[in-house]
């Protein structure tokens, strides 16, 4: 799968970023490359440094927010 080395660093790493929490991580391969304030500041480096070889690019959160979806809704009568 795609990302699934930089996933790892990051997620194996992520106490040492806890002092960076909200800023936006660059992470190439094995590589913590650099912390940035904004999101478009952290690609913009990432395609200069990286051209298209993939990289990773997420906001440092060491409290991900749980996203609840239910499924508990009324069916809709299908009109054919």
């Known amino acids: 799968m ?5 996933l790892t660093v990051y997620k194996t790493r992520l106490h040492e970023m806890a002092e960076h929490e909200g800023k936006f991580v ?3 391969g094995d590589d913590l490359v650099a912390y940035f ?6 690609i913009t480096e990432g ?3 990286f051209g298209l070889d993939p990289f ?3 906001q440092v959160n060491t409290t991900e927010q ?3 979806i239910s ?3 009324a069916p ?3 009109v054919a």
């Open 76 to 78: 809709q009568e299908v």
């Open 2 to 6: 795609s990302l699934e080395k930089e």
């Open 26 to 28: 660059l992470i190439h």
């Open 47 to 49: 395609y200069q440094k």
């Open 71 to 73: 499924r508990f809704v």
């Open 37 to 42: 304030g904004t999101y478009e500041d952290a």
């Open 66 to 68: 749980v996203q609840f």
């Open 56 to 58: 990773f690019v997420k």
